[in-house]
């Protein structure tokens, strides 16, 4: 081979070979470094011992070194501390659990608390009081409750006094289960926020002999538990475990209303064993030792499993500590580092005390569902149902300005033609429920807003088309007038006070906007329980607040509030109308029950109005809808004041007020609506326009051109901007406040002679 061919050559095989090449030198590099690694490795592991392994130690000589002037011994070095995060240790301690003795019980007194919408529920609770309403000397017979008519604190935060001290009482709670926002949503609240409430003690219904929890469901629409088979009922369960202490008498009961034997047959297998053990309760068997719902509040996951349980130990009243968490799931920690070994300072939240849920609250719901029992219930009732939570209605008074035959009390002290009104309300939700609610207690309650929520477009729409569909109803009815029936098809006035609480709606002052602007004049009622959304209330042609007892403990027994804080919150709606005095007209409406809030109560009705100065206050009696449900609130027709026990307590009223300096007299009455007026001298009381020498008259009437004209101008404008003509002289005191053009019939249709008197 020619030496000057050799480069060409060479060139040639690396271009051939480069790649077989250089695999082979990246794979003995490779072989080289992992041998070197290796061998490292296993010097290091001859020079280290194996863990825990015994180490022969050596003494070393130590050369004694003699002290003097010019030796010192070096002080000792603290010991380091230790890089990481803190760590905490310590106990939780329990709330206190009472353990007292089980006291001498000479009777008990079973309760039986039951909820229903459609009176099914009803119907089992009675037939179950009937099943133990066999009464001896030491089971009496049982009462029988409904939970939409009682005081929660009545019989749940402290169980009632009995006439004999050692008679004590047994609860047995009837629960359904719906797929709708039911008051049971506020029972299963009221009980979650007293087991809370650090002002109550841990088991407040200790006091009571036990208690057992039955639930009606539906399999085919709830198949499981999980799913949702009285699910209501569990709550109710695991919260009065909690409340008693523990004292389960007998074991949840489900009844199946899509099983072949029904629920009545279930109710009564499970009602023998209520009566079995009463029967030992009564004996002074006790519930029993080791059954569960005899020992103590926390006794098992199904009562400690909604997160409420801290990890760390949890000290009982007997000294004994356990970790309820260490008996469910053992706790997962790294096995690759220690705390010590991190360098990095470990995220804590140290201003919860639970673990935050990761479980997706539920979208909201719809207020009245179609087809629910409460829709089904209120249109029966003549209700037009509104999108999802607004309604309308026709008023009888409607009715009767229809056919000549008077209007309400609006008419002789407002101006306000009952043909021309439009009654609705955006919320059918209230936050109370007042013993005289006419209503039946089929609409629902609740303290905060938690419904889907429908544009004010929407409900408006919905409002005038349910109103004027009523209307057209009407035409055939004998007796209507033809020129007010043509009248009626143009709303002129909206009285937002069907039922419910109209303020609650989120956009209510888009919707009062929507009204005006089609020249609606606006008649807004609230039951004082909302201030915050009282305070950001914009105009209103008059602003209605129901004051229906002076003091808090007759609020408390008439309005059965559902707010713990009802008297604050009504107090301040008290301050915030005196702010408002200047641009709304104000009025107050006083609702007098017999028995309840008309006795001795006129000077604390004084004291409100002083604080408060509306710029009218209302006088009416109650009216008794004559329903089970009025019945089961203890309210009967003696509860109806007569026309002169309220003309006697208006007279008090206005005498009570006089002595506080209040200038306040008697502008209006209207006898058949059982109703009289009082208003502001100052304001309202005054002479005609240009006629200085006149002779004063009172000027209730609202000039509702003058309103839209200030509310268009953008202006501030005040009450007094738009008062209308003098009240009508047949409206006066002792003029009864009929209008002389209707007739007055009676019950049978005839033409009924009144008799004024001078």
Sequence with gaps: MDLLQLPSELLYLWHTHRTEVLLSVGVLFAVVRLALHWRTRLAKEALTP??????????????SVEPNQYTKLPAPRPPRPKIGPKIVTGTKRAKAISTAKEPIVDSIQPFIFYYTLGGTTRAYAEHQASLLASPTQRILSPEVLDLAQIDYDDYFISPPKSPNANTVLFYILLVPSYDIDTELSNFLAHLRETHHDFRIDTAPLAGLAGYAVFGVGDSREWRTEREGYCK????????MARLTGGRRGFPLGQGDTGSDGGVKKTLEEWTEGIKGMISGLAKGEGLGEGVKGSGEAIESEDEDGDGE??????????????????????????????????????????????PSSKTIPPPPKAMVPVNSPTYNSLTKQGYTIVGSHSGVKICRWTKSALRGRGSCYKY?????????????TPSLSCSNKCVFCWRHGTNPVGTTWRWTVDPPDLVFAGMKEGHYKKIKMLRGVPGVRAERFAEAMRIRHCALSLVGEPIFYPHINELLAMLHSERISSFLVCNAQHPDQLATLGPVTQ??????????DSLRRIDRPLHRDFWERFLRCMDILREKRFTHRTVFRLTLVKGFNIEEEAEGYADLVARALPAFVEVKGVTYCGTSTAAGAGLSMGNVPFYEEVQAFVLSLEAALRRRGLEYGIAAEHAHSCCVLLADRGRFFERAEGDEGGERKWHTLIDYAA?????????????EDYIGEPTPEWAAWGRGGFDPRDERVDRKGKPKVVEVVE
């Design 50 to 63: 194996p863990a825990l392994s015994p180490i022969a130690e050596k003494s070393l000589p130590v050369q």
């Design 707 to 719: 309103f839209f004209r200030c509310l268009e101008s953008g202006e501030a404008f005040g009450p």
């Design 543 to 552: 602003l209605y607040v129901s004051i229906d007892a002076s003091n808090k």
């Design 412 to 424: 002789s002290f407002y101006g306000i033609a009952s043909h021309l009104c439009m009654e609705a």
């Design 232 to 239: 209501d009922a569990i709550d109710v369960d695991k919260w």
């Design 309 to 354: 349980a801290e990890s760390g130990a949890l000290e009982l009243e007997n000294g004994r500590a356990e970790n309820p968490r260490s008996m469910r799931k053992p706790s997962k920690r790294s096995q690759t580092d220690d705390l010590e070994d991190l360098r990095a300072p470990i995220p804590v939240d140290f201003t919860t005390t639970r």
